[in-house]
């Protein structure tokens, strides 16, 4: 085809003048690219600059290792051992089901956990770390770490749980950690941040509870670099923080050990005190659990186990256990008699087997009557109608005003979860707590330990180590922090008259070394440490006549938790008291039987510093404590060989 | 026989041909190459692999192309007009029926050695047809209506089947790309007057229409629409990518934080940081004066462009050039706008910087005959 050189022409100018156009079209974009970018990244550079830091930069906490617990003499009770777990990122993983085939071959995990792994692993985001085993072990962590090119997006990770070498030992005493709860929080105003971590552990009772900001310290921060998916590439700087304290506990570990195995698996609690500085040697209670398994996450078998036991392992009953204290009471209602002047340590009174009190008969435990009685023979076979008649003469306010100053109804300051204040009674509480006048029958019920009067072991320790040192003795369980040393509880003298308070210890005396006293079958048989103890036998129900009058109140007829508590208290040596303990078995039957033989095997534990003699015990007895004594060494023995094989 | 036949004589031939290719486009081409090799190097953290050493072998194949193209005479090239575009007609109809879906939308057609996109050689094979086609026409008819139908229905049916796909993107650029062609063979401004006004009411319908009965679009569409322009308003899906662009952008501020110093793009923050996002890399490393720098190039090689079509007395030639050059600025012009919040996020990839194997040749071919017009122009 022929071009017409005219249109060829024509068609040339107005491509170029439209080019033109087209090209000022483009430039002026080209411009408004330019002038976008110069906005971006000239006028908005440092709003953006700050965001993109906000982007990549991420503050962490760094929690702070908990403080540990010691006993008195620096055995560990509560310690932070390095934990093992192995983690997994499925986007990093790769084929996810090879890697955990592999995983599995490696580390000893069950069917169910792997499971419960893949479940999370497919639920979570992409870039979420899943725990695929916990509380691994090193030769299993290693096994991992070696194979860590097969097994992509696989972490071994090292934590620091708490674990508390006793085991049970030390369960009621220094408690358990958990992790922290929602309810927990709702708790706490202004909740440090730290508890915001998933899973952060805190004290949940006892010492670990109570004394919660003194073991956490404070958290470091640190600043990471992290990419989208929220990994940290690395870190920019840290700060650290501040440990937890350390709490040395005035406990004896090696006392505590024996004080729980010779409770056994009875319901039973016991208190071991020092009279010189109110330092709690032992404060046991059993049956008890592992609080290592708490911290593992318990399973729910197993807590249940916990929760319907009768014998109610999970309460210390030390301090939350409230108990008629019976014949224990019989020197509060003395004391009070004998400090009012109205009696004297040589009056008699006669006990005919009962006391008529407003047209009611108030029966002796010995129904054929002790006969003539002053208040040292009174004590020693714990003779009721003695105490009902000091307690008409004195008046309950009198008694209960005595009970407080030597420590029971009175809250001691220790830190062990809900400690209990129990009660002794007057007139004005049994108004505002049942809105009932007090009668007559109330105060010969209290002045034997029975009715109203309720006491917790540790009340009954306390009670004990005030009539051996004439001082108001306050429990310490807290020796020193940091190596500071806390406080002691020794006291003032508590103005009590001495020759009163003489009197009483020497009837308690006679409790336990004449030979009709309720206690003479777990005397002490070495001189210089001769014990001063009482017995008590408190009913927790009331004997009808119908029962009396068939005479069937055999303990051993009835069920277990209607059967009688049985109690001991004592102090030693008797010349110049260093111990006071107290033992109560729930529904254990005799304080005499029962009670007494512990009170006795722990005291002598206390006062030989773990190496009684067998020839401080009474003959019959020498065989069991020695099987006993074997056994715990064989224990320990155990123990310090695995502890070596671990190290 | 045409105007550009009686000067063949003067046309070099043989390997001298090479003396005569446009070079200063040329080494454009490859320093923009260069800027694409260095930024997936860095956003592979310092290496090769996975992204700069394949970009840079299928570059060095795409130049080998293109020069191979430049070689074979301009006038071979408008004969087969019609016939590429007939083929890529027919590919983007195999591609709907035949093709393999990958990426999403993106549908490609697998030819062994590289897997080709009908919809990108379209774009290059309806410049070369309505190059041709006003080559072909004479004047005085370009503005009839008949004679403008025919090119609209060039243009329309290729983007028809290029939005069945569904690609918004590529199909946006055809029309605008055959729409510039027919600007500058001169067609007559009403008509484009009446289609801009046209699409401005189209667009205030589509907006006025929003939540009455006579709603124009999906509810999801609006969305998209809500977020381009205002993306803080849900950061973590669909306006993530563009809030997380800007930031990077913006970042980089005046002279950068330094190769391979780019926190957003290292640590993963921008998404696509080697393919469609790549830009915002440079732009936080290299700041406001390497963004600059590179847009620079690019406008450099639509200036030589526009030079040697002005200088080409060549009717099909010069209208070839302008179209390519012009399917190139679309290219970035589209690109910088996205990762710059100026356009909604459309799967555009910056020519020759971005990875990817098949549009980087296809590219490169039509840079071919961008040489070829060069190199055999009357003289």
């Known amino acids: 085809m022929r071009r017409n050189p005219k249109d060829s022409q024509d068609g040339q100018r107005r491509l170029t003048r439209r080019a033109l156009v087209m090209g000022g079209l483009q430039a002026g974009f080209i411009g408004l690219l330019g002038l976008r970018m110069r906005f971006l990244q000239v006028e908005q550079a440092d709003e953006f600059r700050l965001l993109a830091e906000e982007n990549r930069i991420n503050i962490r906490l760094i929690p702070p290792a908990r403080g540990q617990i010691f006993d008195r003499n620096g055995a560990v009770i509560a310690e932070n051992v390095p934990s093992y777990r192995i983690t997994m990122v499925r986007e990093d993983a790769g084929d996810m089901e090879l890697v955990l085939r592999r995983l599995s071959a490696l580390v000893d995990i069950t069917p169910e956990e792997i499971e419960r792994a893949r479940a999370d692993l497919e639920k979570l985001r992409g870039d979420t770390p899943v725990t695929i085993a916990d509380r691994v072990s090193w030769e299993e962590i290693s096994r991992v770490a070696v194979n860590g090119p097969a097994l992509p997006g696989v972490t071994p990770e090292v934590g620091l749980s708490r674990h508390y070498p006793s085991g049970p030992d030390f369960a009621h005493v220094v408690g358990r950690v958990g992790p922290v709860s929602d309810f927990d929080l709702s708790r706490i105003e202004d909740p440090d941040p730290l ?453 | 026989m045409s105007y550009l036949e009686y000067t063949v004589k003067y046309v070099p031939a043989g390997p001298r041909k090479l003396l005569y290719l446009n070079w200063p486009v040329a080494l454009l081409l490859v320093a923009v190459a260069s800027v694409g090799f260095l930024m997936l190097y860095s956003v592979a953290g310092g290496s090769f692999s996975p992204w700069a050493e394949p970009q840079m072998k299928r570059f060095a194949a795409g130049f080998v192309l293109m020069v191979i193209v430049a070689m074979v005479p301009i006038w071979f090239w408008r ?115 009446a289609v801009i006004a046209a699409g401005i009411g189209l667009v205030a319908a589509v907006f006025e229409s929003r939540g009455t009965s006579w709603q124009l679009l999906k509810d999801y569409q609006y969305r998209r629409i809500d977020t381009f322009l205002d993306p803080s308003q849900d950061p973590l899906n669909a306006g993530y990518h563009i809030t997380q662009s800007k930031i990077a952008l913006g970042s980089g501020g005046w002279a950068g934080k330094g190769f391979m110093q780019g926190t957003q793009s290292r640590l993963n923050f921008l998404p696509e940081k080697h393919t469609d996002f790549i830009f915002t890399t440079l732009a936080e490393e290299f700041g406001f004066v390497g963004a600059a720098s590179l847009l620079l190039l690019y406008a450099l090689i639509i200036v030589f462009c526009v030079i040697s079509a002005l200088n080409n007395k060549d009717r099909f030639s010069s209208l070839l050039i302008f179209g390519i050059a012009l399917t190139f600025f679309l290219f970035f012009a589209v690109n910088m706008s996205m990762v710059m919040g100026l356009a909604p996020v459309v799967g555009v990839p910056l020519p020759l910087v971005s990875y990817g194997g098949s549009a980087m040749l296809v590219l490169m071919a039509a840079f071919g005959l961008v040489q070829s017009a060069h190199v055999h122009r009357p003289r």
């Open chain 1, 195 to 647: 508890l915001r971590i998933p899973r952060f552990q805190i004290g949940k009772v006892g010492v670990e509870a109570e004394a919660e900001e003194l073991l956490r310290g404070k958290a470091g921060i640190k600043r990471v670099e992290v990419n989208a998916a929220g990994r940290v590439m690395r870190e920019l700087d840290r700060r650290e923080g501040h440990a937890g304290g350390n709490l040395q506990l005035s406990v004896d570990s090696d006392l505590q050990e024996f004080v729980q195995a010779r409770l056994g698996n009875q319901s039973a609690a016991a208190v071991v005190m020092d009279c010189e500085t109110g330092d709690l040697l032992a404060v046991a209670s059993s049956p008890s659990y592992d609080p290592n398994l708490f911290v593992r996450g318990i399973s729910v078998g197993d807590y249940a186990s916990l929760t319907e036991n009768e014998y109610r392992p999970l309460v210390p009953k030390t301090v939350q256990g409230l108990y008629p204290p019976g014949s224990t009471f019989k020197m509060v209602t003395a004391l009070a008699a004998l400090e009012a002047g109205i009696v004297t340590a040589d009056e008699t009174v006669y006990c005919p087997g009962h006391l008529e009190v407003a047209g009611r008969r108030f029966h002796c435990w010995k129904r054929a009557g002790h006969g003539s009685m002053d208040l040292e023979s009174s004590l020693r076979e714990s003779c009721d109608v003695y105490y009902y008649d000091l307690a008409l003469k004195v008046g309950i306010e009198k008694i209960s005003e005595m009970a407080r100053r030597l420590g029971l109804g009175v809250a001691f300051d220790v830190p062990m979860s809900s400690v209990k204040a129990g009660v002794a009674p007057t007139k004005a509480w049994k108004m505002e707590r049942f809105g009932q006048d007090w009668v007559i029958g109330d105060t010969v019920n209290a002045s034997i330990g029975q009715g109203y009067v309720l006491t917790s072991p540790l009340q009954l320790a306390v009670m004990s180590a005030r009539i051996a040192t004439g001082r108001s003795v306050t429990p310490r369980l807290i020796k020193s922090v940091d190596g500071m040393e806390q406080p002691t509880g020794h006291g003032e003298d508590m103005g009590l008259d001495p020759g009163n308070l003489r009197q009483v210890r020497r009837a308690m005396f006679s409790v336990s070394n004449n030979r009709r006293g309720t206690a003479y079958a777990s005397r002490i048989l070495t001189d210089e440490f001769r014990m001063a103890g009482k017995t008590g036998t408190s009913q927790v129900r009331n004997i009808t006549a119908d029962e009396r009058r068939r005479g069937i109140t055999r303990n051993e007829d009835l069920p277990w938790d209607r059967r009688d508590h049985a109690l001991f208290v004592n102090f030693a040596p008797f010349d110049a008291p260093r111990i006071a303990v107290s033992v109560v078995v729930e529904h254990g039957g005799g304080g005499s039987a029962v009670a007494a033989p512990i009170a006795r095997d722990v005291t002598l534990q206390a006062l030989y510093d773990g190496n009684p003699p067998l020839d401080a015990y009474p003959a019959k007895d020498r065989s069991r404590i020695k099987a006993l004594q074997d056994r715990l060494r064989r224990e320990r023995e155990a123990r310090e060989k695995e502890a070596q094989g671990r190290a």
């Open chain 2, 79 to 193: 004969n087969v007009a019609a016939v590429a575009y007939g083929a890529s007609i027919l590919l983007l109809f195999g591609v709907e029926f035949f093709g393999s879906v990958g990426m999403g939308a993106q549908r490609w057609i697998d030819l062994g050695i590289i897997r080709l996109q009908p919809s990108e050689v379209t774009k290059i094979t309806l410049v070369m047809l309505l190059a041709a086609y006003y080559d072909w026409l004479p004047m005085k008819k370009v503005s009839h209506p008949l004679w403008v139908a025919l090119p609209v229905f060039f243009i329309l049916l290729p983007t028809a089947l290029v939005l069945m796909q569904p690609d918004l993107g590529t199909s946006l650029l055809l029309v605008v790309g055959g729409g510039a062609m027919m600007f500058l063979a001169g067609v007559h401004w009403a008509y484009f007057a």
